[in-house]
T-cell receptor
């Protein structure tokens, strides 16, 4: 299994839809997990952290399933501005964060 | 809002030339990183730096690469003899605590390196 694996997409959804992305990780010792957002040709920015079973922030919910070693990101009521690539990020070293390849979301009017 | 700044935004160089990419991390941050992203590919870890020394590096960060914090504000990445495959966007990042604690790395806008 790769360190961090994501479905590349793209996910094309209409405005208002609910969409979910999954990410699997290989390091069972990882304790914390993160979702970053990256707009086209821009820098990544932290979206959410997941430390235990889950985290919710407005329209965004992140969940962790340690037994199956995956985390998910749910976006409710999608907006056009949610169009971006969503990066799953897992600590894999003493200081390093390993980024997944990302899942591209395109929200359409 | 404090931000990480990087220069140059774009550099074009000939294969075999030395390149220095510069970064000014957020002033109260203690951990510094370089990542790179080849066009269309994922963000890859290169190196982390803490307390004036490298704390971790990836297999990409070979002898051609070096980092330095020459003064209290700048953090540089040097590539000694560039190769075609070094063409990528190089992101500098900084954090208050170790990245794996909070996951909150603040990235600069990147320096695009094109090697011809």
């Amino acid at each position: 299994r790769k360190e961090v694996e994501q479905d590349p997409g793209p996910f094309n959804v209409p405005e208002g839809a609910t969409v979910a992305f999954n990410c699997t990780y290989s390091n069972s010792a990882s304790q914390s997990f993160f979702w970053y957002r990256q707009d086209c040709r821009k820098e990544p920015k932290l979206l959410m952290s997941v430390y235990s079973s889950g985290n919710e922030d407005g329209r965004f919910t992140a969940q962790l399933n340690r037994a199956s070693q995956y985390i998910s990101l749910l976006i409710r009521d999608s907006k056009l501005s949610d169009s971006a690539t969503y990066l799953c990020v897992v600590p894999t070293g003493r200081r390093a964060l390993t980024f997944g390849s990302g899942t591209r979301l395109q929200v359409q009017p | 809002e404090p931000e990480v700044t990087q220069t140059p935004s774009h550099q074009v160089t000939q294969m075999g030339q030395e390149v220095i990419l510069r970064c000014v991390p957020i002033s109260n941050h203690l951990y510094f990183y370089w990542y790179r992203q080849i066009l269309g590919q994922k963000v890859e870890f290169l190196v982390s730096f803490y307390n004036n020394e490298i704390s971790e590096k990836s297999e990409i960060f070979d002898d051609q690469f070096s980092v330095e914090r020459p003064d209290g504000s700048n953090f540089t990445l040097k590539i000694r003899s560039t190769k075609l495959e070094d063409s990528a966007m190089y992101f500098c990042a900084s954090s208050v605590t170790a990245g794996y604690d909070t996951g909150e790395l603040f990235f600069g806008e990147g320096s695009r390196l094109t090697v011809l």
